[in-house]
């Protein structure tokens, strides 16, 4: 049977350590490293915190951009893009302007058309899209992309994302088509413009002739879009909404989508 060690003093100053002091228990080197621990401890966990208070409320934080006048519907055209700023958000200055390129709905350019993959389009003319806005953030890494006139192509210059006249990927890295924007059409006053209701006259959902001079355009909240053009509460750049990315991605909860129009297959 094997002898029991004696017990150890508690004190450094029996235990033999070099500089120690009479009735010491722990010797100046661990408490420093103890220190060093316990600061060390309290930084990671408020970065830790902070990062989790971020991750975790940002979801819920409720973002209304409202709707925001971009000029006259006569001045804007319905074969070819042109630009407008608007601010979504006036208490972060010049960070809260984006660019946005514009249009009027054309039936021979949109509805049930192909789409790249030899799919159907799923847009239909609703009254979110008499005019249609684009986004320039590249749906890749946010970078600006930029409608080139010559080409008819939306391009980033970044990482080479290139994307068709409609906003579908035409090649480079995205993911998925640039997301877009709801817009109505304000009388002069700005009291909205009523659709076609289901069952009088005209394209349910669509204002068709119904437009009165001074018409003037209002753009409201993104949203998202796959290569079938159909709508999708908006998701960050690099998030894909074809196959299952749109289960691998969910919206968040405080963003959705508008209500489709009573009628509109696909809005």
């Not at 350590?17 to 990671?44: D, H, K, Y």
């Not at 069952?199 to 018409?215: C, D």
């Not at 690099?238 to 990315?245: N, S």
């Not at 969910?250 to 696909?266: D, F, Q, V, Y």
Request: proline residues 9%; glycine residues 14%.
């Amino acid at each position: 049977m094997s002898e029991r060690r004696p017990e150890q003093s508690k004190y450094t100053l029996d235990r033999g350590i070099p500089g120690a002091f009479e009735g010491e228990t722990v010797t100046r080197r661990r408490l420093m490293s103890l220190a060093a621990n316990v600061t060390g401890g309290i930084a990671i966990g408020g970065v830790a915190l902070s990062a989790a208070g971020f991750a975790i409320g940002q979801p819920f934080v409720e973002v209304d951009t409202g709707w925001h006048d971009i000029g006259p519907l006569d001045e804007i055209p319905d074969e070819t893009y042109v630009p407008r700023v608007m601010t979504l958000d006036p208490k972060t200055g010049q960070i809260g302007k984006t660019t946005v390129y514009v249009r009027r709905w054309n039936d021979g350019i949109d509805g049930d058309k192909d789409v790249p993959g030899g799919r159907k389009a799923a847009e239909r003319a609703d009254q979110w899209n008499e005019v249609i806005a684009i986004s320039s953030r590249c749906m890749h890494m946010g970078c600006p992309a930029r409608f080139v006139q010559a080409a008819k192509h939306f391009i980033c210059p970044c990482h080479g994302g290139v994307y068709d006249f409609r906003g579908s990927v035409a090649g480079g890295p995205p993911v998925r088509p640039l997301d877009r924007f709801y817009t109505r059409l304000v009388r002069a006053d700005g009291t909205p413009l009523r659709p076609v209701a289901d069952g009088e006259a005209g394209e349910a959902g669509h204002l068709g002739s119904r437009v009165p001079a001074g018409t003037r355009v209002q753009v409201g909240k993104r949203f998202s879009v796959n290569q079938e053009l159909r709508r999708f509460s908006p998701r960050p750049p690099g998030q894909p909404l074809d196959g299952l990315g749109e289960y691998f991605f969910p919206s968040t909860p405080t963003m959705r989508k508008l209500p489709a129009t009573p009628g509109i297959p696909g809005s």
